[in-house]
């Protein structure tokens, strides 16, 4: 079997003299043939039906307007099809609406190996399904960084609003924990703190400046993790299910945070610093 391309063409004019219903019932014609070839397996690729406008560049640049014309025919599409022979590729064309209308149909066979042969084309398609798999495994999580970012913005910020306005009980901690809170509230430093939940977590229901809002809520993680390991262990597990969270948002946006773990940068990299300070630097990296 052989690849073979069909290029119909037509009057410039031809639909321009039609009546509505002719051209219902010629591109119902149209159809109904398409949808035969490629049941049958024959017809592999169609294009969709081209204007009579266009542009014609020549061998000398020039660029020329309209479509390309032989005559008064102008090329309305093409198709792929299969065949054992070019003749029967021709047999093929006879179907062609085009014809019904003082069209013609020209048929071409591919110079050597189709693009369908092509060993570059397959693989590259190969790659692209590969791709378009990996896109529906990646959909999961998706899902998880959705439903983490989303919980984690949901503590913090009923944490914060709790901090502010005590719409939930809190619980009385004894002894130094319960000094160490009474510290925070006393001097109202606890506003800092609840402010910063209450922004990292908006940050995260709306899902605008997700590495800005965990680096917000990191350092108030780290303080809540100790305040628990040290003065409250028996209160920890919220705190444990905020870590978590935190951290798989942070595996979805890590490339953000990929500079904070560089040892060294150049000093021709360090644009917007004074010179001064690059010299001050280099120095001390090299005594380093």
């Not at 032989?70 to 198709?79: F, M, T």
């Not at 020209?106 to 050597?112: M, Q, S, T």
Request: proline share 5%.
């Amino acid at each position: 079997m052989a690849r073979f391309l069909l290029v119909y063409r037509s009057d410039k004019d031809t639909f321009d003299t039609m009546v509505p219903e002719q051209l219902q019932l010629f591109h119902q014609k149209w159809q109904t043939w398409i949808a035969e070839g490629q049941r049958k397996g024959w017809m592999l690729d169609v294009s969709t039906a081209l204007k009579t406008d266009g542009r014609v560049v020549n061998a000398k640049r020039v660029i020329s307007p309209g479509a390309f014309l032989e005559g008064r025919n102008v090329v309305r599409g093409y198709v792929n099809v299969e065949a054992d022979t070019l003749d029967s590729a021709a047999e093929m064309a006879k179907g062609c609406p085009v014809l019904l209308h003082g069209g013609m149909v020209e048929v071409r066979p591919f110079l050597g190996r189709s693009p369908w042969d092509n060993p570059h084309a397959i693989t590259a398609r190969k790659i692209t399904l590969s791709r378009c798999k990996c896109k529906k495994r990646g959909r999961p999580m998706k899902h998880i960084f959705n439903i983490s970012r989303i919980l984690l913005g949901l503590i913090f910020v009923i944490s914060g609003l709790n901090g502010f306005m005590h719409f939930i009980p809190t619980t009385q901690f004894p002894g130094i924990a319960g000094q160490f809170l009474g510290a925070i509230f006393r001097s109202h430093f606890y506003v800092v703190v609840f402010l910063t939940q209450i922004v990292g977590g908006l940050l995260m229901l709306a899902n605008r400046y997700v590495a800005f809002g965990l680096l917000l809520l990191g350092p108030v993680l780290v303080n809540i993790l100790s305040f628990h390991i040290f003065m409250a262990p028996t209160k920890i597990t919220l705190a444990l299910v905020a870590t978590a969270l935190w951290f798989v948002v942070w595996f979805k946006v890590r490339g953000a945070f990929s500079g904070v773990f560089v040892p060294r940068f150049p000093a021709e990299k360090l644009s917007g610093v004074p010179q001064a300070f690059r010299r001050n630097s280099s120095e001390q990296g090299r005594a380093a």
